[in-house]
């Protein structure tokens, strides 16, 4: 039985079990994966996500929700925007775009075709690169302490505000705005496109 939190992947381990059940014996030859026995059977239940109905712990309040296990209708979608942004902030995952800078500029220079392009079989995502492009810049520029709150609110405050010349976010109203930049910042790191990141803290070393 696959119990657990929702968005966890229950249903997609539930689903690759399936598949592979049902491949031919000729055909479980060719792949290398574990045997599903079918003398005797195996079921697999794959249960809802469940939650306790309350979560005290704001943190881990936080983090369900940045995966979309909680409803984003109970939970700011600004405050959740900035949690993200203070994880992206203290990894080493954003050094990785550096590469993508000059190749982003390169393209973007000469093309003038949207948003999109198709270059060697592969899609490139101007909007996508733009956003790893203006946060890996805000990020390596940023000459304060991380470890400092006051610093990172200050951060965060100066990369929303590039986010949303870089999606082209325009309105009177700056709630509204940074509500807009939110969404599609949260869009962005829950389908993958900004990288992936582990939200609990695992030590170094362990004794056993």
């Known amino acids: 039985m696959l119990v657990g939190v929702p968005n966890v992947g229950k249903s997609a381990l539930a689903n690759s079990l399936h598949q592979i059940g049902r491949v031919s014996a000729a055909e479980k030859g060719k792949f290398k994966h574990a045997t599903i026995a079918s003398h005797p059977n195996i079921y697999i239940l794959d249960t809802p996500g469940i939650l306790p109905p309350e979560i005290l712990d ?101 990369q929303f505000t590039t986010l949303r010349n870089v999606l082209n976010v325009t309105s009177d ?9 939110s969404t599609k910042l949260i869009n962005l790191y829950r389908t993958g496109r900004l990288g992936h990141y582990t939200l609990d803290s695992f030590p170094r070393t362990c004794e056993f």
């Open 58 to 158: 704001a943190e881990l309040s936080s983090k369900l929700a940045l995966t979309g296990a909680i409803s984003d209708s109970l939970i700011d979608q600004s405050d959740l925007a900035q949690y993200f942004l203070s994880i992206l902030n203290l990894s080493d995952e954003y050094k990785k775009w550096a590469k993508f800078s000059t190749t982003y500029n390169n393209i973007a220079g000469t093309c003038g075709c949207g948003s999109e392009l198709e270059t060697n079989g592969n899609q490139i995502d101007f909007v996508v690169q733009a956003v790893r492009l203006a946060l890996f810049e805000e990020i390596s520029a940023f000459k304060g302490n991380m470890e400092d709150e006051n610093d990172m609110v200050q951060l965060i405050e100066t």
């Open 173 to 181: 109203s700056c709630g509204y705005m940074n509500n807009v930049v």
